[in-house]
């Protein structure tokens, strides 16, 4: 199936095929790819902002709810890895116009642009993941006291740092508000937020799972911790709802 492609994505696909021989995402195009750019590029012209009713929309409520079935702990890391692959995937295809995991010529031949990891090993500090400029995403299946996490709060993780990959690759540093939309609160910009809160919010409405929700309520949460701010719509300066389209909040 296919569907309408927005020409702008067409500059993400060269800056993704040159990332790894290190140019920059300040590559010059001759279309615009701010943070806010490429929030709105997300809103109004991803797949499932196209149409929620899409096989790809299908196939990821298919795979969240076999997630939820699934015997995570019995699975080692390369095995959680590759399932945790495909969600990778899926979120590309319906968010990311499938530029993440997009397969690009490296030092070692053609690899996927950003690749996963997991590993068992509990951090140092209360968090689930990070994201590196390598650019890679590790997720770590256990909590800082070596409990387990669930699939939903590995999946909301796998969500974030994805957000985090899609704004440092390729959003545009030498932006005047670069700062402000992304790189303020150890990345954690106004952008950041937009972005995810607009991904885990559609999750929902595909999935419709209380389950989901309580990760909807754990985002707000970590908004509030990480800006001191409740980072409502305009609170930062640009209108949350109008941006995004005004379906942020359905």
Known sequence: MSYYQHPD????????????????????????????????????????????????????????????TLDLQGMDDEKLRGELQKYLVDIDELFFFSV????????????????????????????????NKGPWIRLHRKDHQGKPRSFEMLLQTLVHESCHAYLDIFSDRRHRKYKDWVADFKGHGEMFWVLLRFIARRIHVFTKSERWKKQLQYIEEECRDTTKTRGEPGSWGTPERTLMGGVLHQ
């Open 9 to 68: 994505v067409d500059t993400l696909k060269v800056i993704a095929n040159n990332w790894l021989k290190k140019l920059s995402s300040s590559l010059k195009t001759n279309t615009p790819h701010d943070a806010q750019a490429l929030t709105r590029l997300v809103s109004t012209s991803s797949w499932a902002a196209q149409d929620p009713y899409s096989e790809c929309v299908a196939r990821f409520v298919k795979w969240y709810r076999l997630g939820q």
């Open 100 to 131: 993440l995991t997009r397969y690009v010529d490296g030092k070692s031949g053609s690899q996927q642009l950003v690749r996963l990891m997991v590993t068992s090993e509990p951090p140092k500090r209360d968090y689930c993941g990070a994201y």
